[in-house]
């Protein structure tokens, strides 16, 4: 019967110690996995409680006050902020949405030519904003316009009125002066 030599035999708590270490890596492990998924629970729960919601700015802004205007004048204060043109005609004010009715580029102003020309593809639209050359199917939109309490003007981006369903006659869409 063979016997291992004293000299290979495992040290005594050797093997315990190999286990205890196993042991406390899978107690870990356990932890670790435990917790992450907990973790990760939370954070599920979190981006449920806040979801990505893009919050729009104000379709209403300030355009000032009517004498800020000239009677005649095309004004661009607002176009590049707001892509709308203020318009002070004899006796209105109006506003124009600066979205070419074609497929949606900014038009420009020609006051030489008095006319809106969109550079993308080649639409005119008169300075009321009727079309007349190129592509664009219909005139220019306008845009809800008031005054406040205070006299400043007030346009309201989020609602417009079209030529072709006879809106422009809508009082809500030119200030009277
Ligand atoms: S987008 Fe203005 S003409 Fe085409």
């Not at 074609?102 to 809106?116: D, I, N, V």
């Not at 079209?162 to 809508?170: H, I, P, R, V």
């Amino acid at each position: 019967m063979s016997t291992i030599p004293e000299s290979q035999s495992l040290k005594p708590g050797a093997n315990e110690a190999n286990l205890w270490t196993r042991r406390e890596f899978f107690g870990f492990a356990g932890w670790a996995t435990f917790l992450g998924s907990i973790g990760m629970g939370l954070l599920a729960f979190l981006r449920f409680m806040f979801p990505r919601v893009l919050f729009e700015p104000s379709p209403l802004f300030k355009a000032g006050k009517v004498n800020d205007y000239k009677v005649g004048e095309v004004s661009e204060r607002f176009k590049e902020d707001q892509r709308v043109w203020i318009e002070r005609t004899d006796d209105k004010l109006i506003a124009i949405q600066a979205i070419c009715t074609h497929l949606g580029c900014t038009p420009r102003w020609l006051a030489l030519e008095s006319k809106f020309k969109c550079p993308c593809h080649g639409s005119g639209f008169t300075k009321d904003g009727i079309n007349f050359e190129g592509p664009a199917p219909r005139p220019l939109e306008r845009l809800a316009i008031r005054l406040d309490d205070e006299a400043n003007i007030l346009v309201d981006r989020s609602k417009k009125f079209l030529y072709e369903k006879g809106q422009w006659e809508d009082p809500d869409s030119f200030i009277t002066l």
